[in-house]
Every structure is written in C-alpha cells, then in structure tokens.
C-alpha cells in the first residue's frame, strides 16, 4: 500500500484483521508528491463483493498457512486456524474472487510455502497455485525466495532431526486468460 502510494497508484487493501488495518492505515499517514486513492478495508478475500467484476489490474497477497502460525486470535474468517483440505477449498473460494474483480490479462501475485506435518512435507505452496489455475488463471512465473527468518528456526538450532528445514517460499506471477480454455 505504501509503495502504491509512493507510485501514485490507485489501490485497494483488504486484510481480515482490523489491527493490520489499522497499522496500514498508520503507515499511510504521510504526505506525497504523487496523487493516488488509497482505501483500506477490513474483509475477507473471500468476499470482494465491494469491487466491480474485471475492475482491478493487479492483485498482490500473501495468505496465511494452513494451520500452523495463527495469523489472529479468534478473528472470524481467519483461514490461518484450518485444517490443511479445509484450508485449501477457503483458497479456492479467494482465487474464484481474485478472478472474478481482475480485469482480462489482469495479474495475480502470492506467496506461500508449504508445511511440515508429523515429519512429511505437505506441498502447501503448490496445492494452492493449482487452487488458481483450476480457477482459470495461467501460471507465469514461479520465484522460489529463500526464507531466512522462519520462527522455528531458533528451536530447531542445535536439536537432532529427521528432516530439512523448509527454507523457501513460492512466489506465484498468474494471468487472468481471456476465456476458461486459452492457453
């Protein structure tokens, strides 16, 4: 939102918990050269019944992991308390609304990375890039960042194991195709 701001960009900020909306609206509490429309709005990516269909041209989020960091307390809506299948079909419900607001050829940008359950990986990351492609958008890019500040690290330190660190996360470039069957 800040970068948006600075670029003079129109943007839209939907976040599900209202103290990161008002920290956001803390952060763009500053004056700037260039003229833009911010609005920052508490919500559900679920549910962007308050954006027009094909209105937005970029979409850039970062969703919570299937439970394994609690991204709130109790915040109804808070996909970041459900299970792993539980988890990815709420996704499948963002990446049906990230579709419908784009406009054609519009992009959408996330990133996650997968999880460690009982000492198996869990392809979180790809599991819920196909969530959007299987809604209609085709993959660009995949960037795989290294992850350096994960909070399990310190425990991990030092203490026998099994098992790799994950140490990446995915970052997904899709495109909204112009029709349900191009590519």
């Not at 784009?102 to 460690?116: E, P, S, V």
Request: charged share 25%; proline share 2%.
């Amino acid at each position: 939102m800040i970068e948006a701001k600075l670029l003079g960009r129109n943007a839209i900020g939907v976040d599900i918990n209202s103290e990161a909306v008002k920290l956001s609206n803390t952060n763009l509490n500053f004056t700037c050269q260039e003229k833009s429309k911010i609005f920052t709005k508490q919500g559900n990516a679920n549910n962007l019944s308050f954006i027009k269909d094909e209105s937005i041209d970029l979409i850039c989020t970062h969703p919570p992991y299937a439970d394994i960091i609690q991204y709130s307390k109790e915040t109804p809506g808070d996909i970041s308390h459900l299970k792993y299948e539980v988890f990815l079909k709420e996704l499948e419900q963002v990446a049906k609304e990230s579709y419908r607001v784009l406009k054609k050829q519009g992009i959408c940008t996330f990133m996650i990375g997968d999880i460690r359950k009982k000492g198996y990986v869990l392809p979180l990351g790809m599991n819920s890039m196909q969530k959007f492609v299987d809604t209609g958008f085709r993959l660009k890019e995949i960037i795989i960042k290294e992850q350096h500040n994960c909070r399990s690290s310190d425990y991990w330190e030092g203490r026998e194991r099994k098992f790799l660190m994950l140490a990446h996360e995915y970052i997904f470039i899709l495109e909204k195709a112009n029709d349900h069957n191009s590519i």
